[in-house]
């Protein structure tokens, strides 16, 4: 955590002190009923706020790890997403 901050200054939530500063760029996927969703929508903020190049994708009424979902056009769009990410990130043809 940032200096002298602890988890309790940062409400408890991760996602209030973590950035990605330094990482490959993320791509985060989350659904509006995932109990995570704000969680995950401020690490998108302050990731970009620490100028990290993050692709945030929230889908409508979609549950945690909604990209699971077996034979789904939600996950197999979710699936897709991620490995056009992958190769635009990596620079690799799909």
């Known amino acids: 955590m940032p200096g002298d901050a602890?988890?309790?200054d940062?409400?408890?939530v991760p996602a209030h002190w973590i950035t990605l500063r330094?990482?490959?760029p993320p791509?985060?996927?989350v659904g509006t009923v995932e109990l995570l969703?704000?969680?995950s929508e401020e690490l998108g903020r302050s990731s970009t706020?620490?100028?990290v190049?993050?692709?945030t994708t929230v889908r409508e009424g979609l549950p945690h790890v909604y990209q699971a979902m077996a034979d789904t056009p939600e996950a197999a769009e979710a699936a897709d997403q991620a490995g056009a990410f992958l190769r635009d990130?990596?620079?690799?043809a799909g």
Do not use: F, M, N
Request: charged share 15%; glycine share 20%; proline share 0%.
């Open 22 to 24: 330094g990482l490959a």
């Open 27 to 29: 791509l985060i996927q």
């Open 10 to 12: 940062a409400g408890g």
């Open 53 to 55: 190049d993050v692709t």
């Open 89 to 92: 990130k990596t620079g690799r």
């Open 49 to 51: 706020a620490s100028g």
């Open 37 to 39: 969703l704000s969680d």
């Open 6 to 8: 602890t988890v309790s």
